[in-house]
C-alpha cells in the first residue's frame, strides 16, 4: 500500500502565485489556480503511484499555534479583504469540484492545521503503509523515515526527499529537524531562532548535543563563547518555537484509511476542467 497526503493549501498557494499566466474559464472566470493544482496533482499521483490518497485544507479557524506565540503566522496576509481576482481562496469551490471528479478524497481540517493531519496519517500509518506527503512545506521534513517520504513539487525540478537527502543536505537527521528549525528560526511562519545561530551552526550544535533540550541543560559546554550566551539567553523561546514547531498526532484523522482507495485512471487535466464546466 501507498498512501499520497496533498498539503492542499501549499499547494493552492504554489500554483495560484506560480502560474505564469492568469487563465480564465469558458464563463470568464480566473481559473489558473485550478488548473495548476489539478495539473500538478495528476503528475504527483503519476510519479507516486499511491494506492490510497487525501487533500487536506486548512480550515477557517482561529490557529491553535497562535496561543503559544502571537507572532506564529502573523507575517501572512489577511485574505479577507483581497478582491477575488488576487484571493487564492476565491478557486477553493473549483478545485474541491475537480478533486470530487477525480474521485478524491479531501477536507478542511477543524481546529488543528492541515499539517497536523498530515502528520498523524504519517504518525498513524507508517507502520502499515509507506507515506508520501506533497507539499513545499519543510516543517515535515521530521516526519521522514523508513516509509515516510516528502515530495516537492517543482514541475522538472520535482524532488522525493528521504532521510539520506536531509542528512546530506542539512546534516542532521530528520527527526532532529523540529530542534534543527527551533535553532535557526523559520521566517516563513515568522518565528525566530537565536542570535548568531545559522544552519551550519545549528547542525553541528544537534550532532554533538543530539536534540535541543539537551543542548540547552548542558549550554555551559558550548565552546564558542557567543553562540553559549546566545542559548542560554533565548532558552525559553527556543523550547517555545520547539513546541511551535513539532508536528504529532494529535488531530484527528478525518478519514479512516481503507477510506481512502484510489486508482489513478489516466484522467488528463483538461477532462478533469471539462467535466466541472470550466473549458
Known sequence: MKLLVVDGT???FQMFFGMPARITGKDGRLIHGTLGFVGALIKMLKLSGPTHAVVLFDGEHDNPRAELSAEYKANRPVMTDVPEE???FSQLPDIYDALDCMGISHCEIDIHEADDAAAAYALTYSSETEIIIASMDSDFFQLIGKNVSVLRYRGDKTAMLDG???QDKLGILPEQYADFKSLTGDNSDNI??????????????LRQFGNLETLIERADEIEKPSIRESVKQNAERLRNNYRLIKLDDRATLPYALDKLEYTYDGIKTGEVLGRIGLK
Open 86 to 88: 488576487e484571493n487564492p
Open 164 to 166: 539520506a537527502l536531509i
Open 10 to 12: 501549499n499547494l493552492l
Open 192 to 205: 525566530k531562532g537565536a542570535d548568531k545561530i545559522g544552519p551550519k551552526t545549528a547542525a553541528a550544535l
